[in-house]
């Protein structure tokens, strides 16, 4: 009888270790956001609207590089976390001849604690944007519509783009 | 790092079961002729985990003395002070914790010892407190590849006068190897109450405690080697 007690116990405590061995966290939080443009018709802007043959490069330390090239109506792009602005070149194919434009986005960088596995993200504060001509071939993107201040998150669009 | 701790694991269930066969010996034939006097007095030793530990992991350094007194045949009033530098590294961040802690709570000796032997399979309770400073060596901002900056970022930063507030379920054991000298075996269980956290991080480790998990838990093990300075023998 006492014999089976102290098993118990050892039992009771073989099993407590092997319960104690969790298993690795895993990032499963949000991380940095990237920003979320939306592309609208300009005619009529209620009405969502993809960009024909659109494709989006970026420069990294003096180097064009191709971020995307997608064809729906709305794109999400990685903003710099070590510089207080990304600059894109957006092109879209009108004719079969491509139409450059340049998107400036400026902000400010902040670090926030996620956790263990994750560690930290940015958020990006007060968040401007600029448009430039490349090649002197007028704008394709007739107007833009600024949606946050901040791009904390990626549950919404940040900026809507008229076209 | 993963199959170290399995290994780990492997080891202390090893240890463990060695120690139940030698104890099983002792069951099942007592005889109440005569009276055998149990050792009173005062028990003080050192803890053997984080000396080993920096021996394999110069990750960890800490030192820890454990003592208990025992106050009747079963009970005994247990403490634990100690000291523990450890440095976490996980994939985006790299943090050094620092600082002291001291447990005190109560031992039950849920063991029938045989003739006048003085081993004890235990279960106890501790109540622990650690004040520490955090110090994030390293972080990486967990964003896009696509700016090929998944690069470290030094920061230094340390986050002074935290503390934490704890409670632990342990369960151990103890032999006696040689007359007044034992060696042990523990496992704690433990649960955060309250912690003064840093601004913008978090205590992911905390002296005394360990690894703190999501649901504020966590666990610990120690072997201790530890002298008994015996004071009086009574028969109960």
Redesign the interface.
Known sequence: MKQNKIYLLIIILIGTFLLSCERDEICIDEVTPHLTIRFYDNDDPETKKSVNGLIVVSEINGILDTIKISPKDSISLPLNVYDTQTTYILTKKIDEISNEDKLIVTYEVENVFVGRSCGYKSIFKNVDYTLEDVNNDDLWIKSKEQITEHIENENNAHLKIFH | M?TM?ILK?FI??VF?LCF?IS??QG??SQKKDTIYKNKYGLRVGIDLYNPIYTLIDDDRKGLELVGDYRISKKFFVAAELGYLENTTD????NFTTNGQYIKAGLDYN???NWLDMENM?YVGFRYGYSNFSQTLNT??????Y????L?QIENGQKFDNLNAHWAEFV?GIKAEIFNNLYLGFS?S?KKMISSKQPE???N?FVPGFNRV??NNSG?GINYTLSYLIPLYKKAK
Not at chain 2, 90 to 93: G, V, Y
Not at chain 2, 146 to 149: A, D, I, K, L, Q
């Open positions: 993963k701790h694991y202390n269930t463990l139940s104890f099983s069951i099942g996980e994939d985006f961040i849920a063991y029938e399979i972080f990486t901002v967990n964003n896009d696509f700016f090929h900056s690069e369960l496992f269980g913008n991080f978090k992911l998990f999501l666990f």
